[in-house]
């Protein structure tokens, strides 16, 4: 199966998603590149939900020869797609291949690092803009990061999503790595999301970074270090 219950998440394990995970993890992966792999790797994981959590339904078609009976993805319209900057982005630009038709929202959410972690192992987090559109009970939300450390962004994401909204046919939290720890925060703080992920990693360091993980997604996309 493409998708895997893995206890507290979901695992990716398409072939093409593990071996373009892999060359995003390589240090030798310059930004182009790496950015390519986070859009290619969005575009992946986009038609997994489709083929793992959404519907189809027959329809009657008109072929150059004769009527016949097809298929079709019920739903594509009711998608909201929520880019949690800035290592989101060329992630999302992936989904947005196989969901080209996705509400988008955006959040901007970063832990403060210099504050260190608190006694549970999260961090404080600053959230600097909130737009989001309209969210209903027939919708399929995906919340995009690649990266799920320690919960701490992610847990305060879900708070704006889902906070004076009906709850959404399907809540997703899809990234590229995660943490156990991560997974458990967050599987405890939102049960009705469920995890999806190409990767669950080893730990988090001292630092609360993803071990092996790939790196600052965001600055290896960016070049901005």
Same mark, same amino acid.
């Given at each position: 199966?493409p998708?895997?219950?893995r206890?507290?998440?979901y695992?990716?394990?398409?072939a093409l998603?593990?071996d373009?995970l892999?060359r995003l993890?390589d ?6 590149s790496?950015?390519k792999?986070?859009?290619k ?10 083929d793992?959590r959404?519907?189809t339904e ?5 072929t ?7 298929e079709?993805?019920k739903g594509?319209d009711d ?5 949690v900057?800035r290592?989101a982005?060329?992630?999302?630009e ?9 509400r988008?929202?955006v959040?901007?959410a ?8 608190d ?6 987090i600053?959230?600097?803009y $909130?737009k989001? !559109? *309209?969210i209903?009970?027939d919708?399929?939300v995906? @919340?995009?990061?690649p990266? =799920?450390? #320690?919960? %701490?962004t992610?847990?305060t994401?879900l ?8 709850e959404?046919?399907?809540l997703?939290v899809?990234?590229a $790595?995660s943490? !156990? *720890?991560?997974l458990l925060?967050?599987s405890?703080? @939102?049960?009705e999301?469920? =995890?999806? #992920?190409? %990767? ?6 001292d630092?609360?970074?993803?071990v092996?993980?790939l790196?600052?997604?965001?600055d290896?996309?960016?070049r901005?270090t």
């Amino acid at each position: 199966m493409p998708i895997e219950d893995r206890d507290n998440a979901y695992l990716v394990t398409h072939a093409l998603a593990k071996d373009t995970l892999s060359r995003l993890r390589d240090v030798e992966t310059e930004q182009v590149s790496f950015r390519k792999g986070l859009v290619k790797l969005g575009r992946i994981c986009g038609y997994e939900i489709i083929d793992g959590r959404m519907e189809t339904e027959y329809v009657e078609i008109d072929t150059p020869l004769e009527e016949t009976m097809g298929e079709r993805v019920k739903g594509l319209d009711d998608v909201v797609i929520i880019n949690v900057l800035r290592a989101a982005t060329p992630f999302v630009e992936g989904l947005l291949k196989a969901f080209p038709r996705a509400r988008q929202g955006v959040i901007s959410a970063s832990r403060d690092e210099e504050a260190g972690r608190d006694e549970d192992g999260s961090f404080p987090i600053t959230v600097d803009y $909130v737009k989001l !559109p *309209e969210i209903t009970e027939d919708d399929t939300v995906i @919340v995009a990061d690649p990266m =799920l450390a #320690t919960g %701490s962004t992610m847990g305060t994401v879900l708070e704006h999503v889902i906070e004076n909204s009906p709850e959404p046919e399907h809540l997703i939290v899809l990234s590229a $790595v995660s943490a !156990p *720890e991560g997974l458990l925060r967050v599987s405890e703080e @939102v049960p009705e999301a469920d =995890l999806l #992920t190409v %990767s669950i990693d080893d730990r988090l360091d001292d630092d609360g970074f993803i071990v092996p993980g790939l790196g600052d997604a965001g600055d290896r996309a960016f070049r901005t270090t």
